[in-house]
């Protein structure tokens, strides 16, 4: 049976609006919050044509290509809802939307699998908010509930939009401006939960750093890298180089990234550039 596809941890992007601006959105990667009472929206949606597989079974295990009439992408678009519960406890809801799609040489034709994935909820509480409105510090915590099909295309379980666990995850970030310049760093980790057969998923760290540079009043360039470590093995991990741009107006931003593979060890697939898009909407 040929082996499942790998289903990497969706990269957050931080798109935040200008240092100056009357209201700063939530990012997973920030530890900016939104006032009492509001609500915000974001979407991101990311499409990953992966050409490179990880080869276990030679007599050098390492990358390489895939090969002649194979093909495997992922695509994902995430609403994601967010509620001020106090001006320091924000809560957020992501509903993924994911299709894997395979062509290997021992199927007729390609085969895709469609559908949502797990539901996240993730509060986070502003500890931290200096003086003059800098540094901020606050803490993460989420569950990811298994609301993903699981078995996969012909239930082979290749491809599966879930591991089927309930899983954990506890996290700190911290903001900080000086002059124009903003800058962001989260540190996370996801504890995943068991299950009999299926896929699974070994617990992760995941690390992010983003520096915002605006351009003008309404424009910020983006520079961030981030890393998805595995904690139970040294022989996987990945990281990304993130340049995008963002856009802020009083209500809406607009942010477009391409997500550049740095380095990687271990596991299932890996693209070597990805696009990026991601909108926010801010109801106050």
């Known amino acids: 049976m ?3 596809i790998a289903l990497l941890l969706p990269v957050v992007v931080v798109l935040a609006a200008a240092p100056g601006a009357q209201a ?34 030679g007599s050098n295990p390492g990358w390489c290509k895939l090969r ?5 992408t992922s695509m994902s678009f995430v609403p994601r ?29 390609g085969k895709s699998n469609s559908g949502l994935g797990d539901i996240i909820i993730d509060p986070k509480f502003q500890i931290l ?6 540094p901020r510090v606050a803490a993460l915590a989420g569950i990811r509930l298994p609301t993903g099909e699981t078995d ?10 879930s ?17 124009p310049i903003t800058a962001h760093a989260c540190l996370t980790y996801w504890m995943n939960g068991q299950r009999e057969g299926g896929a699974d998923s070994p617990d992760m760290w995941v690390g992010v750093a983003t520096i915002e540079t605006p351009l003008d009043e ?38 477009f990234s391409a997500l550049v593979s740095a380095a990687r060890k271990g596991g299932g697939y890996d693209f070597d550039w990805a696009p990026y898009l991601r909108i926010y909407y801010r109801f106050f």
């Not at 530890?31 to 009472?37: E, S, V």
């Not at 908010?129 to 800098?134: E, H, P, S, T, W």
């Open 163 to 179: 591991d089927g666990s309930t899983d954990y995850m506890l996290g700190v970030v911290a903001t900080h401006s000086v002059g």
């Open 81 to 109: 809802i967010y509620y001020g519960v106090t001006d320091r406890l924000t809560v957020r809801a992501s509903f993924p939307l994911e299709d894997r799609y395979g062509e290997f040489e021992s199927w007729e034709s």
């Open 218 to 255: 309404s424009w910020n360039l983006l520079w961030e890298y981030k890393g998805v470590f595995s904690s139970e093995s040294k022989e996987f991990y990945r990281t990304y180089a993130c340049p995008g741009i963002a856009w802020d107006g009083e209500r809406t931003t607009i942010g």
């Open 129 to 134: 908010r200096g003086d003059d409105g800098y």
């Open 152 to 161: 996969g295309v012909d239930n082979l379980n290749l491809a599966p939009l």
């Open 2 to 4: 040929r082996r499942a």
């Open 24 to 57: 700063l959105p939530i990012v997973g990667a920030s530890a900016n919050t939104i006032p009492a009472g509001t609500f915000m929206l974001d979407m991101w949606g990311t499409w990953q044509d992966y050409s490179l597989e990880y080869d276990v079974d």
């Open 68 to 72: 002649s009439g194979e093909r495997v």
